[in-house]
């Protein structure tokens, strides 16, 4: 059974940093897409970055690009999403999900539909 488990939300200040791990067990996560997804209160689950089996292909929102960083490690089976000059505006749970359907899969999506496996969110509050 495929489990993934997000931390390091917290509440900072505007401008802040916050390093988010997505955690796996049951799977290994190397050959597959993986995605950050952020909900707000009263808002849709929305795509932050979605990343390809390789890392040779990440996809950011708008909103983030430029200031967040998705990478991973193979090796400890985590993915991370590095996020810098934090806004109020990115307050929200933060999820990550991966694509287990298609192994080495040539096409990413950005849409939260794609993804069958999800952890259980981390929430990041940015308030002065």
């Known amino acids: 059974q495929v489990q993934l488990v997000e931390s390091g939300g917290g509440s900072v200040q505007p401008g802040d940093s916050l390093k988010l791990s997505c955690a796996a067990s049951?799977?290994?996560?190397?050959?597959?897409?993986m995605g950050w997804f952020r909900q707000a209160p009263g808002e849709a689950r929305e795509f932050v970055a979605v990343s390809s089996w390789s890392g040779g292909t990440t996809v950011y929102a708008d909103s983030v690009k430029g200031r967040f960083t998705f990478t991973r490690d193979n090796a400890k089976n985590t993915v991370y999403l590095e996020m810098n000059v934090l806004k109020p505006e990115d307050t929200a749970v933060y999820y990550c999900?991966?694509?287990?359907?298609?192994?080495?899969?040539?096409?990413?999506?950005?849409?939260?539909?794609?993804?069958?496996?999800w952890g259980q969110g981390t929430q990041v509050t940015v308030a002065s």
């Open positions: 999900a991966a694509d287990f359907r298609y192994y080495r899969g040539t096409v990413i999506y950005t849409g939260p539909a794609r993804y069958g496996s």
């Open positions: 049951g799977r290994s996560l190397s050959n597959y897409a």
